[in-house]
């Protein structure tokens, strides 16, 4: 069993990494809409292996930020990111949240603080993050109506898009509530991360725990200052969701039962997102995510040696380079990005709350 990723391996996952960051000079416009994800997904995950990104992709920093655009609107200016160059269309409003994080990110793991210091214009930045509050309900979506500039009423505005307004508040500096209240309502915003609180512990849509949302939860609100919003009864209930969401074939936690259409031998010690469900590398990260805000030592209330087993010897794929989300499935850049951060979490060297490696500085 190993214990950390071998020198072997370690260059794979580089080699892997650097592949889909192949296409980023600004000559070869690129037309997916997701480029700044996988940019991003890429960039922390390098620097997260002990990669020099700032040196090595000096020169891409311009392209990254010709992805930032400031937009005069009816309803004043509003600037952020978008996901490619391709969605650059006058007279349209194609910023997003998602984006706005994946491009601040970035940019602070390339050291760029010119940038965000001087370049960032934070008033249309700020008012594009509020535009994008609910006000009945003090939740967010993640893209403003193309036309209105007013909430897409059709898109989803669940605990991902909260925990986005808050992470990008934060990075612009954003610490007090009464500096977050200068842009959004935190206190309904509070509301409704509380309502997303689930009996049984955890948090998620329609009273049904999700780790990924639940991660959401808990990062927004410890960004926020506000972990004492949480009920006593439910972070005990939480945490006890949580450590039940690591999948084991031993003890009284086995599920070594074959008429559990849901037993896979090969996902011991692996974490699943919610009951019922196969183990996946992803879900690594949310559990422990949520866990560690939860309770700092969180390394001595679950067995995280199995953890670490179950993504270097199960999801980690040692012929392409990357991890996968099972072993089933082909290695991709989110399940590597959140293989890898699950890595240095439990190391102690990993700020999950902005899914950064720890040494990134914002001074
Ligand atoms: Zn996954």
Redesign the pocket.
């Given at each position: 069993m190993e214990s950390v990723i071998s020198e072997g391996n370690l260059k794979k996952h580089v080699r892997f990494l650097k592949r889909h960051l192949a296409l980023l000079p600004a000559s070869k416009q690129s037309y997916d809409v997701n480029r700044l994800a996988i940019v991003f997904y890429a960039m922390a995950t390098l620097s997260s292996l002990g990669e020099d990104v700032s040196h090595q992709y000096k020169e891409n920093i311009a392209w990254i930020e010709t992805n930032y655009i400031v937009r005069n609107t009816d309803v004043g200016k509003l600037s952020g990111f978008i996901g490619s160059a391709s969605l650059n269309i006058p007279g349209t409003m194609t910023l997003s949240l998602p984006n706005t994080l994946f491009g601040l990110l970035t940019i602070l793991i390339l050291k760029d603080k010119q940038f965000i210091d001087k370049k960032i214009d934070r008033e249309s930045l700020f008012h594009f993050v509020s535009q994008c509050q609910l006000r009945d309900t003090g939740s967010f979506v993640s893209v403003l109506d193309y036309h209105t500039n007013q909430p897409s009423p059709v898109d989803a505005h669940d605990l991902r898009f909260s925990y986005i307004a808050v992470a990008i508040l934060y990075i612009l500096g954003c610490r007090t509530e009464s500096d977050f209240g200068k842009y959004v309502d935190v206190i309904k915003l509070v509301e409704y991360i509380q309502n997303q609180a689930c009996d049984i512990g955890g948090f998620g849509t329609l009273g049904e725990p999700h780790a990924g949302y639940t991660s959401c939860a808990l990062s927004a609100l410890a960004l926020l200052g506000k972990l004492d919003a949480i009920d006593p009864d439910h972070k005990e209930q939480t945490i006890q969701w949580i450590l039940d969401r690591q999948v084991s074939n031993l003890g009284a936690m086995a599920t070594n039962d074959i008429s559990n259409e849901w037993y896979d031998e090969n996902d011991h010690g692996g974490f699943q997102?919610r009951e019922n469900k196969y183990a996946?590398?992803?879900?690594a990260f949310w559990c422990l995510n949520s866990l560690k805000i939860l309770e700092p030592n969180f390394t001595e209330l679950c067995d995280t040696a199995l953890v670490k087993s179950y993504l270097l010897d199960k999801t980690q794929d040692i012929l392409t380079g990357g991890f996968m989300?099972n072993d089933e499935e082909d290695a991709d850049i989110?399940?590597t990005c959140?293989g890898v951060a699950t890595l240095r979490l439990i190391d102690g060297r990993f700020n999950g709350l902005l899914c950064i490696p720890d040494d990134v500085s914002f001074e």
């Open positions: 997102g996946d590398t992803c879900y989300k989110y399940h959140l």
